[in-house]
């Protein structure tokens, strides 16, 4: 084989089945596997709303007696990891803002929240009898000890439904971090 021919070769058969092979390991991922079309090589990406914009994390700390407290602040680091993880939401890309979180101290307001009964509409309808902690984070906690408390992240995806015409949103996925040795 010659070189013009083994070149030839490259250019036009070799080159387009690994740009080909990329378009469809990305296009799996993206669909399967969660990974923003935003980051996984960009295909798609202005053909889909699907976006960080359009993705979110919530945090709880989940109590033994089965309460749950929610994480509304994130330090700067956490923000960073977790920007990260709303690309490709699996668990390698949580579990490092899930073991920073857990060596988090916390702090919260001297009164709990009230949680409400809402319409679907978003209109308050009226106060529900459990009231939780806002939690924000603070500092590294200090010592080596691990709380006895299980961390939960869950991943929102905005979603439309073509029939309502609605957007809302959909659990995608959801992960618990427990007491080392709770397992």
């Given amino acids: ?5 083994l070149q030839r070769f490259i250019f036009f058969a070799l080159v387009p089945a690994v740009a080909c092979a990329v378009a469809i390991r990305q296009a799996y991922l ?17 053909a889909s709303a699907d ?14 007696d089965g309460r749950r407290e929610p994480i509304i602040g994130l330090t700067e680091r956490q923000k960073i990891l977790e920007q990260r993880a709303l690309w490709y939401p699996r668990l390698a890309s949580i579990e490092p803002l899930a073991v920073s979180l857990r060596r988090t101290g916390f ?10 009964a809402y319409a679907d509409t978003g209109e ?12 924000r984070a603070n500092l590294p906690r200090p010592g080596a000890d691990d709380p006895d408390w299980t961390l939960v992240i869950e991943s929102y995806r905005v979603s439309y439904d073509p029939t309502t015409k609605r957007a809302g949103y959909k659990l995608v996925k959801s992960w618990n971090f427990p007491k080392r040795g709770a397992e």
């Fill in 124 to 135: 308050a309808l009226k106060p529900l009898d459990r009231k939780h902690y806002l939690l």
């Fill in 51 to 64: 976006s960080t914009d359009t993705r979110f994390l919530r945090f709880y700390i989940e109590k033994p």
């Fill in 30 to 46: 993206s669909k399967f596997d969660e990974l923003s079309t935003w980051k996984g090589g960009g295909m798609g990406m202005f």
């Fill in 1 to 5: 084989m010659s070189t013009t021919l």
């Fill in 107 to 116: 702090v919260a307001a001297n009164e709990p929240s009230q949680l409400w």
